[in-house]
């Protein structure tokens, strides 16, 4: 379990840190021209972008390792000669 931990740690902080470099290039996280904002109006700063996309990596990324090793693994094609 710690491995798959270890996993989503560095999804989460992979993510984190493309998300706040691009975002230190001026870039609006809304794309287009538009900035981004939630349902009250307000503006979304770096931070709550940053925190949002790692959060999902941290997620990605232990699921990914968790179900990767429990997944069912081929041996090679069937059903053809050799």
């Given at each position: 379990m710690l491995r798959h931990l270890l996993n989503g740690a560095l999804s989460?902080?992979?993510?984190?840190t493309v998300v706040l470099t691009l975002a230190g290039e001026g870039r609006e996280p809304g794309g287009a021209g538009r900035s981004a904002?939630?349902?009250s109006?307000?503006?979304w700063d770096r931070t709550d972008v940053?925190?949002?996309?790692?959060i999902a990596a941290f997620v990605s990324g232990v699921c990914?390792?968790?179900f990767g090793d429990s997944w069912p693994r081929s041996t090679?094609?069937?059903g053809g000669t050799d």
């Open positions: 989460f902080a992979i993510s984190v904002s939630n349902e109006g307000g503006a940053a925190l949002t996309a790692g990914t390792s968790y090679g094609p069937t």
